[in-house]
C-alpha cells in the first residue's frame, strides 16, 4: 500500500507543476491565458486515448511492470518539459507526460480494490488520497517559490521528474501484485489478469445502471477546474501576485488530506449502519457542501488571501472526501476482472475527456467573459447539479450490489461469463 501511495502522490504532483507556475511559465514563454487551456485539454485528451492502451499492455504483460513504466520511465517525460524553450515542445512533453500519469491511477486504484475488502475499501482509498494531498501541499508551496527564481519553472519540472523515476524503482523493487480478485472472499484464487479483455466487456459495463450514473457524475465534475485553474483564478480576477496566490494551494492540500481520512472513516460508518445507501448519502453530501462553498469562496472578494484559505480549505475538505466515496461504489458493483476496465473509462476517459472540456471552456471563456463568470456556471452550476442527479443512486445501487454479489457467488471466480 505504502508504494502504490507514493506513486499516485509523485505523479499527481508532477503534473500540478504546470497549472500552479502557470504565471511565470506565460510570461517566460509569452504565453496567453487560454495557452494554459489548450495544455490541460491536450494532456486529458492524449490520456484518454491512451490508457486503453496501458490496459491492453497490463493483462498482456503484467500490471507491474506496467507501472514501473507509467511511474518511473514516465518521469523522464517530466525532466524534457522542463527543457522546454517554446509553446510546441511545453505542449508535447505535458501531453505525453499525462498518458504515463493516467495509466498508472487507474492501475492503481484497480490494484487497491484487490488489496482491501469491501468493508476496508473506503478507508484504504481515503489515506491513499489523503497521502496525496499532503504531498501536493507540501509541494505546492514550495513550486510557489520557485516563480521568484529566474527559470524556476523549469526547476520545478525536473526535481518532479527526477523524484517520480525514483518512484518507479521503488515500484520495481518492492512491490508485489496480489493479483485480480484477491480480496473476494468467494474467489478461490486470484485471476492472474493475462487475458486481455474483449471490448465488449465496456458493454456489460453499461448495463450496470450505477456505473452508468457514476459515468455521468464524472462528466459533471465541475470541481475538478479548482485544481486546475484555483491560482490563475486569484491572480487573475482579485489581483494577487502568484506567489501569494500559490499560499492556498497548502490549505487546500491539507483540507483534502483530513476530508480524504475523516471522510473514510465517516464514509465506511455510514456504509456499515446504513448498507444501502450509506455510501450514497455521503457521496452527495459531500458534492453539495463542495458547491455551496465554492459559491462563497470565488464568487466575493474577500480582501484577504488568509480569507481565502479558508474557503479554499473547506473546499479541499469537500473535495478530498469524493474519491474515497466514488471509487468504492463502483467496486461494489463491478465484477473484479472489469474493475480495471471500468476505472479506465471512469477516470482515464470520461473523466480526462470532462476535465480537458472544463480547461478548454475555462480557457476560452475566460479569455472573454473572465473566470469569475465560468467558476459559477462550472465550479458551482454543475456541482450542485450533480450532487442532485446522484438522487439516482438510492433505487440502483442497492439493487446493483446485490447483483454482483449473485454473480461472485454463482461462478466461484468473481468473473462475468
Known sequence: MGILTAAQALDNSESSVLPTLFPVIKASLALSLSSLGVMLVCSKIAAALFSPFWLWLARRWNRKGVLVVCTGVWGAWGIAAGFSHNFTMLLVCTSILAVGTAGASALITSIFADLFDDAMRGRAIGYMFGATALVSALVGPMLGHLADIDGGWRIGFWLLGGVNMLAGAAVLIWFRDPGVGASQAVVASPATGKAAPAWRDALVLFRIPTFSVMLVSRLLAGQLLVMSFGVVYLTQVYGFPNRTASIVIAPTGIGYLLGTIGGAVIFDRMHKAWPDFGRVAFLQIMQI??????????????????????????????????PGANRPIVMAVVPPRLRSLA???LIAIVESLSWAAYNA?????????????????????????????????????????????????????GQVR
Open 361 to 413: 471552456g475555462a480557457g476560452w471563456f475566460g479569455d472573454r467573459y473572465g473566470l469569475k463568470s465560468v467558476f459559477i456556471v462550472v465550479v458551482v452550476g454543475l456541482v450542485l447539479v450533480n450532487g442532485a442527479l446522484l438522487t439516482v443512486l438510492y433505487r440502483t445501487y442497492p439493487r446493483d450490489v446485490a447483483r454482483m454479489q449473485n454473480t461472485l457467488t454463482e461462478n466461484g471466480r
Open 343 to 345: 476505472f479506465v473509462i
Open 289 to 322: 457542501v463542495f458547491g455551496v462553498m465554492a459559491f462563497l469562496g470565488t464568487q466575493f472578494n474577500w480582501g484577504s488571501i488568509y480569507v481565502f484559505c479558508g474557503f479554499f480549505f473547506m473546499m479541499g475538505c469537500a473535495l478530498g472526501a469524493l
